[in-house]
């Protein structure tokens, strides 16, 4: 099972004009798609929807989590996870960032290895040193570019 973190649900639900930005969005839908194919789940863990939400307006949010839980599963973060993330948070290397914002992706971590998750996609955080090595994390940017369509930007015939 895969985890997106914030960033990535953003690339990989909008469109972005940002030119680079867009590029992570092209090379994580590439990805998600083959995941599909693979029938690999893909979760999002409710603190990252909440920041995901914090977004939009309120009106626009049961429509979006609609969407939302068809396309991922949405993990809740209860007891074990809340324990995990406390005992993760006190041993986390001490290079993990401000402490208010490792506090948040460190409970983000914990839900994923509760869960059982083998991977965490994200651009801007390594989730393996948070989880102290027991799940993997990878960039977007990192992902293979999806073959070129054929067709793709060939000009008109004449």
């Keep these: 099972m895969i ?3 914030c960033n990535s649900l953003v690339y990989a639900t909008e469109r972005q004009s940002d030119p680079k930005i867009a590029e992570l969005g092209v090379r ?3 990805y998600l798609a083959q995941l599909s194919e693979r029938e690999t789940p893909v979760a999002v863990p409710s603190l990252v929807l909440y920041e995901y939400l914090c977004g939009y307006p309120v009106e626009d949010h049961p429509q979006m989590v609609s969407a939302l839980e068809t396309n991922y599963i949405i993990f809740d973060v209860g007891v074990a996870a809340a324990s995990k993330a406390a005992e993760l948070f006190r041993n986390r290397p001490a290079d993990t960032g401000p402490k208010q914002r490792a506090k948040l992706d460190t409970l983000i971590a914990a839900t994923a290895v509760v869960e059982g998750v083998s991977e965490i996609v994200s651009e801007d955080r390594d989730y393996t040193a948070l989880t102290l090595g027991q799940i993997a994390t990878k960039k977007p940017s ?3 570019k999806p073959p070129r369509d054929l067709f793709e930007d ?5």
């Design 28 to 30: 994580l839908r590439h």
């Design 142 to 144: 990192q992902l293979p």
């Design 154 to 158: 060939t000009p008109d015939e004449q």
């Design 3 to 5: 985890l997106l973190d």
